[in-house]
Protein backbone atom coordinates (compact mmCIF):
# COMPACT_ATOMS: atom_id res chain seq x y z
CA UNK A 1 0.00 0.00 0.00
CA UNK A 2 1.37 3.35 -1.16
CA UNK A 3 1.93 6.38 1.59
CA UNK A 4 -0.91 8.77 -0.79
CA UNK A 5 -3.01 5.64 0.42
CA UNK A 6 -2.19 5.37 4.13
CA UNK A 7 -2.75 8.88 4.22
CA UNK A 8 -6.17 8.54 3.19
CA UNK A 9 -7.09 5.90 5.03
CA UNK A 10 -5.36 7.60 8.37
CA UNK A 11 -7.92 10.82 7.01
CA UNK A 12 -10.89 8.50 6.83
CA UNK A 13 -9.95 6.58 10.40
CA UNK A 14 -10.67 10.58 11.84
CA UNK A 15 -13.81 10.96 10.29
CA UNK A 16 -15.42 7.56 10.89
CA UNK A 17 -16.30 7.19 14.55
CA UNK A 18 -18.25 4.30 16.75
CA UNK A 19 -22.07 5.30 16.82
CA UNK A 20 -24.29 3.23 19.11
CA UNK A 21 -23.50 -0.44 19.40
CA UNK A 22 -20.07 0.21 17.91
CA UNK A 23 -21.51 0.99 14.53
CA UNK A 24 -19.74 3.72 12.10
CA UNK A 25 -21.17 7.23 11.91
CA UNK A 26 -19.58 10.15 9.44
CA UNK A 27 -18.82 13.06 11.51
CA UNK A 28 -19.72 15.83 9.17
CA UNK A 29 -17.98 18.81 10.55
CA UNK A 30 -14.81 16.80 10.27
CA UNK A 31 -15.32 15.87 6.57
CA UNK A 32 -16.08 19.15 5.59
CA UNK A 33 -12.78 20.39 7.78
CA UNK A 34 -10.68 18.82 4.87
CA UNK A 35 -11.38 21.85 2.90
CA UNK A 36 -11.78 21.72 -1.04
CA UNK A 37 -10.78 19.08 -2.46
CA UNK A 38 -8.48 21.52 -4.76
CA UNK A 39 -7.58 25.21 -5.00
CA UNK A 40 -6.10 25.12 -8.76
CA UNK A 41 -8.91 27.21 -10.07
CA UNK A 42 -8.85 29.55 -8.03
CA UNK A 43 -5.43 30.09 -8.05
CA UNK A 44 -5.53 30.47 -11.77
CA UNK A 45 -7.88 33.03 -11.38
CA UNK A 46 -5.92 35.09 -9.07
CA UNK A 47 -2.47 34.74 -9.25
CA UNK A 48 -1.95 37.07 -12.56
CA UNK A 49 -3.29 40.00 -9.90
CA UNK A 50 -0.10 39.27 -7.84
CA UNK A 51 2.76 41.03 -8.11
CA UNK A 52 6.29 40.75 -6.58
CA UNK A 53 7.59 44.30 -5.18
CA UNK A 54 11.53 44.83 -5.08
CA UNK A 55 12.57 48.25 -3.14
CA UNK A 56 16.03 49.80 -3.52
CA UNK A 57 17.64 52.04 -1.03
CA UNK A 58 20.56 54.43 -1.19
CA UNK A 59 22.44 53.56 1.53
CA UNK A 60 25.30 56.16 3.15
CA UNK A 61 28.00 53.90 3.39
CA UNK A 62 29.88 55.88 5.88
CA UNK A 63 26.72 54.51 8.23
CA UNK A 64 26.52 51.12 6.88
CA UNK A 65 28.62 47.94 7.89
CA UNK A 66 31.40 46.82 5.81
CA UNK A 67 30.26 43.17 5.46
CA UNK A 68 27.15 41.79 3.89
CA UNK A 69 24.56 41.11 6.04
CA UNK A 70 23.95 37.11 5.48
CA UNK A 71 21.26 34.68 6.84
CA UNK A 72 22.55 32.94 9.85
CA UNK A 73 24.57 29.21 8.93
CA UNK A 74 25.28 30.43 5.02
CA UNK A 75 28.26 28.63 4.14
CA UNK A 76 30.22 31.56 3.50
CA UNK A 77 29.89 32.32 7.05
CA UNK A 78 33.17 32.21 8.15
CA UNK A 79 34.79 33.18 4.75
CA UNK A 80 33.10 36.53 4.43
CA UNK A 81 33.70 37.22 7.65
CA UNK A 82 37.35 36.53 7.80
CA UNK A 83 37.64 38.54 4.52
CA UNK A 84 36.01 41.95 6.12
CA UNK A 85 37.70 41.41 9.04
CA UNK A 86 41.44 41.71 7.65
CA UNK A 87 40.01 44.28 5.37
CA UNK A 88 38.97 46.84 8.37
CA UNK A 89 42.33 45.78 10.79
CA UNK A 90 45.09 46.62 8.95
CA UNK A 91 44.56 46.14 4.64
CA UNK A 92 46.43 48.37 2.81
CA UNK A 93 43.18 49.48 0.31
CA UNK A 94 43.06 53.34 0.23
CA UNK A 95 38.85 53.66 0.35
CA UNK A 96 37.50 55.33 -3.10
CA UNK A 97 36.08 58.16 -2.82
CA UNK A 98 33.41 57.36 -5.28
CA UNK A 99 31.96 54.04 -3.25
CA UNK A 100 31.01 55.85 -0.71
CA UNK A 101 27.42 54.59 -1.17
CA UNK A 102 25.30 51.17 -1.71
CA UNK A 103 22.13 50.42 -2.86
CA UNK A 104 20.27 48.12 -0.66
CA UNK A 105 17.42 45.63 -2.11
CA UNK A 106 14.27 44.17 0.07
CA UNK A 107 11.69 41.82 -1.54
CA UNK A 108 8.17 42.30 -0.78
CA UNK A 109 4.49 41.42 -2.71
CA UNK A 110 1.59 43.30 -3.87
CA UNK A 111 -1.47 42.72 -5.74
CA UNK A 112 -3.34 44.91 -8.75
CA UNK A 113 -6.89 46.32 -7.47
CA UNK A 114 -7.08 48.89 -10.60
CA UNK A 115 -6.48 47.88 -14.28
CA UNK A 116 -5.38 51.30 -15.29
CA UNK A 117 -2.28 50.33 -12.61
CA UNK A 118 -2.88 50.60 -9.00
CA UNK A 119 -0.96 48.58 -7.29
CA UNK A 120 -1.19 47.75 -3.17
CA UNK A 121 0.98 46.79 -0.80
CA UNK A 122 2.44 47.26 2.67
CA UNK A 123 4.42 50.81 3.73
CA UNK A 124 7.36 48.58 5.48
CA UNK A 125 8.01 47.26 2.18
CA UNK A 126 8.58 51.14 0.24
CA UNK A 127 8.98 53.39 3.29
CA UNK A 128 12.51 54.30 2.51
CA UNK A 129 13.25 53.06 -0.51
CA UNK A 130 13.91 55.13 -3.50
CA UNK A 131 13.02 52.98 -6.30
CA UNK A 132 10.60 50.67 -6.59
CA UNK A 133 9.72 47.93 -9.33
CA UNK A 134 7.07 46.21 -9.54
CA UNK A 135 6.95 42.59 -11.85
CA UNK A 136 4.29 41.01 -12.92
CA UNK A 137 4.04 37.14 -13.28
CA UNK A 138 4.94 36.97 -17.02
CA UNK A 139 8.51 38.68 -16.24
CA UNK A 140 7.20 42.50 -16.94
CA UNK A 141 9.23 45.05 -14.87
CA UNK A 142 7.48 48.40 -14.52
CA UNK A 143 9.12 51.51 -12.25
CA UNK A 144 6.58 52.44 -9.50
CA UNK A 145 5.65 55.83 -8.05
CA UNK A 146 4.72 55.25 -4.60
CA UNK A 147 1.00 57.85 -4.66
CA UNK A 148 0.64 57.31 -1.00
CA UNK A 149 1.70 55.63 2.20
CA UNK A 150 0.67 54.77 5.63
CA UNK A 151 2.37 53.79 8.65
CA UNK A 152 -0.34 53.54 11.00
CA UNK A 153 -1.92 50.79 8.78
CA UNK A 154 1.05 49.92 7.34
CA UNK A 155 -0.09 50.17 3.61
CA UNK A 156 0.93 52.01 0.39
CA UNK A 157 -0.34 52.90 -2.84
CA UNK A 158 2.03 52.45 -6.05
CA UNK A 159 1.06 53.39 -9.76
CA UNK A 160 2.75 51.90 -12.85
CA UNK A 161 1.90 52.63 -16.35
CA UNK A 162 0.83 49.41 -18.56
CA UNK A 163 0.69 49.17 -22.06
CA UNK A 164 -2.24 47.32 -21.98
CA UNK A 165 -4.57 47.12 -18.63
CA UNK A 166 -3.86 44.53 -15.68
CA UNK A 167 -5.66 42.16 -14.18
CA UNK A 168 -7.14 43.54 -11.60
CA UNK A 169 -8.03 42.02 -7.70
CA UNK A 170 -11.41 42.89 -6.46
CA UNK A 171 -12.30 43.62 -2.54
CA UNK A 172 -14.65 41.21 -0.59
CA UNK A 173 -16.69 42.20 2.54
CA UNK A 174 -13.94 41.11 5.44
CA UNK A 175 -16.66 41.65 8.11
CA UNK A 176 -18.47 38.82 7.10
CA UNK A 177 -15.08 36.64 7.31
CA UNK A 178 -15.65 33.68 9.70
CA UNK A 179 -13.14 31.67 12.05
CA UNK A 180 -13.18 28.88 10.25
CA UNK A 181 -13.61 30.09 6.81
CA UNK A 182 -10.95 29.13 4.20
CA UNK A 183 -8.11 31.44 2.71
CA UNK A 184 -5.34 31.39 0.56
CA UNK A 185 -2.67 33.69 0.64
CA UNK A 186 -0.34 34.69 -2.67
CA UNK A 187 2.89 36.10 -2.81
CA UNK A 188 6.84 35.98 -2.67
CA UNK A 189 7.97 34.41 -0.04
CA UNK A 190 12.04 34.51 0.46
CA UNK A 191 11.62 35.64 -2.97
CA UNK A 192 10.81 32.85 -4.73
CA UNK A 193 8.62 34.64 -7.06
CA UNK A 194 4.65 33.48 -7.07
CA UNK A 195 3.49 31.36 -4.30
CA UNK A 196 0.19 29.75 -3.26
CA UNK A 197 -0.72 28.73 0.18
CA UNK A 198 -4.12 27.60 2.28
CA UNK A 199 -5.13 27.97 5.60
CA UNK A 200 -8.13 28.96 7.42
CA UNK A 201 -9.04 32.29 9.62
CA UNK A 202 -7.46 30.99 12.94
CA UNK A 203 -8.89 34.12 14.89
CA UNK A 204 -10.71 37.84 14.08
CA UNK A 205 -9.79 41.17 15.86
CA UNK A 206 -5.89 40.55 17.05
CA UNK A 207 -4.34 43.26 18.46
CA UNK A 208 -0.20 42.69 18.23
CA UNK A 209 0.80 45.98 19.42
CA UNK A 210 2.15 46.71 16.64
CA UNK A 211 -0.24 50.24 15.86
CA UNK A 212 -3.11 52.00 16.99
CA UNK A 213 -5.49 50.84 14.80
CA UNK A 214 -4.64 47.09 14.97
CA UNK A 215 -7.67 44.36 14.09
CA UNK A 216 -5.85 41.68 12.66
CA UNK A 217 -7.35 38.18 10.82
CA UNK A 218 -4.76 35.29 12.35
CA UNK A 219 -4.65 32.62 9.66
CA UNK A 220 -2.50 29.63 9.24
CA UNK A 221 -2.06 29.77 5.46
CA UNK A 222 1.67 30.27 5.62
CA UNK A 223 2.96 33.04 5.58
CA UNK A 224 6.86 34.06 5.46
CA UNK A 225 9.47 36.68 4.59
CA UNK A 226 8.25 38.00 0.90
CA UNK A 227 5.11 37.47 1.73
CA UNK A 228 3.76 41.18 3.05
CA UNK A 229 1.80 43.10 1.04
CA UNK A 230 0.32 40.43 -0.27
CA UNK A 231 -3.39 39.59 -0.69
CA UNK A 232 -5.52 37.05 1.41
CA UNK A 233 -8.34 35.82 -0.62
CA UNK A 234 -11.31 34.29 0.12
CA UNK A 235 -13.02 31.32 -1.69
CA UNK A 236 -14.75 33.61 -4.31
CA UNK A 237 -11.39 34.88 -5.10
CA UNK A 238 -11.64 38.43 -3.66
CA UNK A 239 -9.05 40.26 -1.62
CA UNK A 240 -10.29 39.81 2.62
CA UNK A 241 -7.04 41.41 3.69
CA UNK A 242 -3.47 42.53 3.45
CA UNK A 243 -0.61 39.78 4.60
CA UNK A 244 1.36 42.11 6.87
CA UNK A 245 3.15 40.22 9.90
CA UNK A 246 4.21 36.72 11.24
CA UNK A 247 4.43 35.30 14.81
CA UNK A 248 8.12 33.27 14.30
CA UNK A 249 11.27 33.07 16.38
CA UNK A 250 13.17 31.64 13.37
CA UNK A 251 11.25 34.10 10.70
CA UNK A 252 9.73 31.79 8.93
CA UNK A 253 5.85 30.64 9.10
CA UNK A 254 5.03 28.41 11.94
CA UNK A 255 1.41 29.00 11.42
CA UNK A 256 0.49 32.13 12.99
CA UNK A 257 0.28 34.98 10.17
CA UNK A 258 -1.14 38.43 10.64
CA UNK A 259 -3.57 39.96 7.96
CA UNK A 260 -5.40 43.37 7.90
CA UNK A 261 -8.68 43.23 6.96
CA UNK A 262 -10.16 44.91 4.14
CA UNK A 263 -12.49 47.18 5.93
CA UNK A 264 -9.83 48.65 7.46
CA UNK A 265 -7.20 49.53 4.56
CA UNK A 266 -9.84 49.94 1.82
CA UNK A 267 -11.13 53.77 3.42
CA UNK A 268 -6.92 54.38 3.74
CA UNK A 269 -6.32 53.52 0.43
CA UNK A 270 -9.14 55.44 -1.10
CA UNK A 271 -8.00 58.38 0.61
CA UNK A 272 -4.11 57.92 -0.43
CA UNK A 273 -5.99 57.88 -3.99
CA UNK A 274 -7.34 60.91 -3.73
CA UNK A 275 -4.77 62.77 -1.45
CA UNK A 276 -2.04 61.13 -1.55
CA UNK A 277 -2.12 61.04 2.45
CA UNK A 278 -4.93 60.25 5.05
CA UNK A 279 -7.11 62.22 6.83
CA UNK A 280 -8.67 60.74 10.30
CA UNK A 281 -11.37 61.89 12.58
CA UNK A 282 -10.08 63.26 16.02
CA UNK A 283 -11.76 63.56 18.81
CA UNK A 284 -9.30 64.76 21.27
CA UNK A 285 -8.89 62.18 24.43
CA UNK A 286 -6.90 60.04 25.75
CA UNK A 287 -8.46 57.01 27.68
CA UNK A 288 -7.91 53.71 28.73
CA UNK A 289 -9.63 50.21 29.12
CA UNK A 290 -12.62 49.79 31.58
CA UNK A 291 -11.78 46.93 34.16
CA UNK A 292 -13.96 45.23 36.67
CA UNK A 293 -12.75 47.16 39.57
CA UNK A 294 -13.46 50.45 37.47
CA UNK A 295 -16.88 49.36 35.61
CA UNK A 296 -18.02 48.69 39.59
CA UNK A 297 -16.93 51.93 40.78
CA UNK A 298 -18.52 53.84 37.75
CA UNK A 299 -21.85 51.66 38.20
CA UNK A 300 -21.56 50.38 34.68
CA UNK A 301 -23.02 47.53 35.23
CA UNK A 302 -20.54 45.33 33.16
CA UNK A 303 -17.19 45.78 31.63
CA UNK A 304 -17.56 48.79 28.55
CA UNK A 305 -16.91 51.63 27.04
CA UNK A 306 -13.65 53.76 27.48
CA UNK A 307 -12.95 56.21 30.16
CA UNK A 308 -11.51 59.49 29.09
CA UNK A 309 -8.32 59.78 31.35
CA UNK A 310 -7.69 63.07 29.70
CA UNK A 311 -8.95 65.90 27.28
CA UNK A 312 -6.72 68.12 24.79
CA UNK A 313 -7.00 72.04 25.53
CA UNK A 314 -7.61 72.56 22.12
CA UNK A 315 -9.61 69.22 21.22
CA UNK A 316 -12.98 69.01 20.08
CA UNK A 317 -13.96 66.94 22.81
CA UNK A 318 -13.50 69.09 25.46
CA UNK A 319 -15.00 72.33 23.28
CA UNK A 320 -18.10 69.69 23.51
CA UNK A 321 -18.01 69.41 26.86
CA UNK A 322 -16.80 66.01 27.50
CA UNK A 323 -15.15 66.05 31.00
CA UNK A 324 -11.95 63.54 32.53
CA UNK A 325 -13.93 60.44 34.00
CA UNK A 326 -16.64 59.93 31.25
CA UNK A 327 -16.88 56.69 30.15
CA UNK A 328 -17.72 56.69 26.33
CA UNK A 329 -20.25 54.16 25.53
CA UNK A 330 -21.58 55.04 22.45
CA UNK A 331 -20.03 57.17 19.12
CA UNK A 332 -21.89 57.80 15.87
CA UNK A 333 -24.49 54.97 16.48
CA UNK A 334 -21.64 52.31 17.41
CA UNK A 335 -20.86 50.72 21.01
CA UNK A 336 -18.08 50.69 22.00
CA UNK A 337 -17.13 47.41 23.62
CA UNK A 338 -13.69 48.02 25.03
CA UNK A 339 -11.23 51.02 24.89
CA UNK A 340 -8.82 49.94 21.73
CA UNK A 341 -12.44 49.98 19.52
CA UNK A 342 -12.87 54.24 19.74
CA UNK A 343 -9.38 55.40 17.93
CA UNK A 344 -10.29 52.87 14.80
CA UNK A 345 -14.23 54.23 14.91
CA UNK A 346 -12.93 57.45 14.93
CA UNK A 347 -10.45 57.64 12.76
CA UNK A 348 -12.62 56.28 10.12
CA UNK A 349 -15.36 59.13 10.29
CA UNK A 350 -14.90 62.28 8.36
CA UNK A 351 -13.27 65.15 8.92
CA UNK A 352 -15.44 67.79 10.28
CA UNK A 353 -18.70 65.36 10.05
CA UNK A 354 -21.13 65.97 13.60
CA UNK A 355 -21.31 63.06 15.72
CA UNK A 356 -23.32 62.13 18.35
CA UNK A 357 -21.47 60.99 21.22
CA UNK A 358 -22.91 59.04 24.37
CA UNK A 359 -21.00 58.77 27.83
CA UNK A 360 -21.76 57.97 31.27
CA UNK A 361 -21.32 60.44 33.60
CA UNK A 362 -21.66 60.08 37.48
CA UNK A 363 -23.87 57.19 36.51
CA UNK A 364 -26.61 58.89 34.10
CA UNK A 365 -26.18 58.82 30.48
CA UNK A 366 -25.37 62.62 28.63
CA UNK A 367 -25.34 62.65 24.96
CA UNK A 368 -23.02 65.46 23.66
CA UNK A 369 -22.62 66.35 19.39
CA UNK A 370 -18.66 67.20 18.15
CA UNK A 371 -17.51 68.49 15.07
CA UNK A 372 -14.81 65.95 14.64
CA UNK A 373 -11.38 67.54 13.88
CA UNK A 374 -8.34 66.14 11.76
CA UNK A 375 -5.42 63.62 13.29
CA UNK A 376 -2.55 65.03 12.20
CA UNK A 377 0.09 62.45 11.43
CA UNK A 378 2.69 63.74 14.49
CA UNK A 379 -0.21 63.90 17.00
CA UNK A 380 1.29 63.44 20.60
CA UNK A 381 -0.92 61.29 23.26
CA UNK A 382 -3.14 63.94 24.84
CA UNK A 383 -1.77 65.11 28.65
CA UNK A 384 -4.28 66.01 30.88
CA UNK A 385 -3.11 68.80 33.16
CA UNK A 386 -4.52 69.28 36.83
CA UNK A 387 -4.74 73.12 37.45
CA UNK A 388 -3.29 74.48 40.29
CA UNK A 389 -5.75 76.35 43.03
CA UNK A 390 -6.38 79.82 42.88
CA UNK A 391 -4.19 80.60 45.52
CA UNK A 392 -1.20 79.29 43.31
CA UNK A 393 0.85 78.11 46.72
CA UNK A 394 1.80 74.88 48.29
CA UNK A 395 -0.70 74.25 51.11
CA UNK A 396 0.09 73.74 54.75
CA UNK A 397 2.00 70.51 55.61
CA UNK A 398 -0.60 68.01 57.41
CA UNK A 399 0.22 64.69 59.20
CA UNK A 400 1.04 62.05 57.36
CA UNK A 401 -1.94 59.39 56.49
CA UNK A 402 -2.62 55.89 55.88
CA UNK A 403 -5.24 53.93 53.39
CA UNK A 404 -5.16 51.06 51.42
CA UNK A 405 -1.42 50.48 51.52
CA UNK A 406 -0.30 53.94 50.74
CA UNK A 407 0.80 56.88 52.60
CA UNK A 408 -0.11 60.12 52.15
CA UNK A 409 1.22 63.65 52.78
CA UNK A 410 0.03 67.08 51.31
CA UNK A 411 1.61 69.02 48.36
CA UNK A 412 4.09 70.76 49.43
CA UNK A 413 7.37 72.72 47.98
CA UNK A 414 9.58 70.43 49.50
CA UNK A 415 8.05 67.10 47.88
CA UNK A 416 7.55 68.51 44.65
CA UNK A 417 11.34 68.85 44.40
CA UNK A 418 11.89 65.64 46.01
CA UNK A 419 9.46 63.91 43.62
CA UNK A 420 10.02 66.64 40.49
CA UNK A 421 6.38 67.25 40.63
CA UNK A 422 5.63 70.03 37.59
CA UNK A 423 3.32 72.64 38.76
CA UNK A 424 0.67 71.50 36.31
CA UNK A 425 -0.31 69.20 38.79
CA UNK A 426 -1.82 71.79 41.24
CA UNK A 427 -3.97 69.58 44.02
CA UNK A 428 -4.24 66.65 45.45
CA UNK A 429 -2.48 64.43 48.24
CA UNK A 430 1.24 62.94 47.27
CA UNK A 431 1.75 59.10 47.75
CA UNK A 432 4.82 59.24 50.05
CA UNK A 433 4.93 55.24 50.45
CA UNK A 434 3.38 51.95 49.22
CA UNK A 435 3.10 48.34 50.89
CA UNK A 436 5.22 46.28 48.11
CA UNK A 437 2.52 43.37 49.19
CA UNK A 438 -0.71 45.99 48.66
CA UNK A 439 -3.24 46.24 45.81
CA UNK A 440 -1.91 49.42 45.15
CA UNK A 441 1.86 48.52 44.18
CA UNK A 442 0.07 45.87 41.92
CA UNK A 443 -1.50 48.33 40.13
CA UNK A 444 1.73 50.41 39.41
CA UNK A 445 1.26 53.34 41.84
CA UNK A 446 4.49 54.63 43.15
CA UNK A 447 6.01 56.81 45.15
CA UNK A 448 5.62 60.44 44.06
CA UNK A 449 2.44 60.40 42.18
CA UNK A 450 -0.18 62.16 43.17
CA UNK A 451 -4.18 61.48 44.14
CA UNK A 452 -6.32 64.06 42.61
CA UNK A 453 -9.76 62.51 42.82
CA UNK A 454 -11.13 60.11 45.00
CA UNK A 455 -14.87 58.34 43.05
CA UNK A 456 -14.04 61.94 40.89
CA UNK A 457 -14.33 64.38 43.98
CA UNK A 458 -10.92 66.21 44.27
CA UNK A 459 -8.94 65.53 47.29
CA UNK A 460 -7.23 68.42 48.88
CA UNK A 461 -5.79 67.52 52.13
CA UNK A 462 -4.67 63.88 53.63
CA UNK A 463 -6.82 63.52 55.99
CA UNK A 464 -9.68 63.71 52.63
CA UNK A 465 -8.55 60.15 52.44
CA UNK A 466 -9.69 58.76 54.85
CA UNK A 467 -12.94 60.08 55.36
CA UNK A 468 -13.53 59.31 51.69
CA UNK A 469 -12.92 55.83 52.14
CA UNK A 470 -14.87 55.72 54.94
CA UNK A 471 -17.88 57.67 53.00
CA UNK A 472 -17.53 55.06 49.83
CA UNK A 473 -17.77 51.79 52.72
CA UNK A 474 -21.02 53.26 54.09
CA UNK A 475 -22.58 53.96 50.71
CA UNK A 476 -21.85 50.09 50.16
CA UNK A 477 -19.14 50.43 47.84
CA UNK A 478 -16.67 47.57 47.31
CA UNK A 479 -14.10 49.60 45.05
CA UNK A 480 -12.43 52.85 45.31
CA UNK A 481 -11.43 55.22 41.96
CA UNK A 482 -8.24 57.19 41.77
CA UNK A 483 -7.60 59.68 39.56
CA UNK A 484 -3.68 59.37 39.67
CA UNK A 485 -1.04 61.98 38.33
CA UNK A 486 2.52 61.44 37.69
CA UNK A 487 5.02 64.04 38.06
CA UNK A 488 5.11 64.70 35.00
CA UNK A 489 1.14 65.75 34.87
CA UNK A 490 -0.19 62.60 32.91
CA UNK A 491 -2.87 61.31 34.19
CA UNK A 492 -4.79 57.91 34.64
CA UNK A 493 -7.38 56.23 36.28
CA UNK A 494 -6.56 53.36 38.95
CA UNK A 495 -9.79 51.33 40.49
CA UNK A 496 -8.65 49.61 44.31
CA UNK A 497 -10.66 47.21 46.31
CA UNK A 498 -11.79 48.55 49.35
CA UNK A 499 -10.70 46.63 52.34
Not at 166 to 176: I, M, N, P, R, V
Not at 401 to 421: H, N
Request: with cysteine; aromatic share 4%.
Amino acid sequence: MGLFAKLRLATCALVLGAGVGGLPILDAPLALARGPESLADLADAVSDTVVNISATQTIDEKHASAAPQLEPGTPFDDLFEEFFRRRQQGGNEQPNPKQRERRSNSLGSGFVIDPSGIVITNNHVVADANEVTVIFTDGQKLKAEVLGKDAKVDVAVLRVKPDKPLKAAKFGDSEKMRVGDWVVAVGNPFGLGGTVTSGIISARNRNIDSGPYDNYFQTDAAINKGNSGGPLFNMAGEVIGINTAILSPSGGSIGIGFATPAATVVPVIEQLQKFGETRRGWLGVRIQNVDETIAESLNLGAIRGALIAGTDDKGPAKAAGLLTGDVIIKFDGVEIKESRDLPKIVASAPVGKDVDVTVLRQGKEIVKTIKLGRLEDNEKPTKASVKRGDSGKSPTPSPVEKALGMEFSSLTDELRQKFSIKNSVGSGVVVTNVDPDSAAADKHIQPGEVIVEINQEPVKEPADVAKKMQALKNGGKKSALLLVASGQGEVRFVALALP
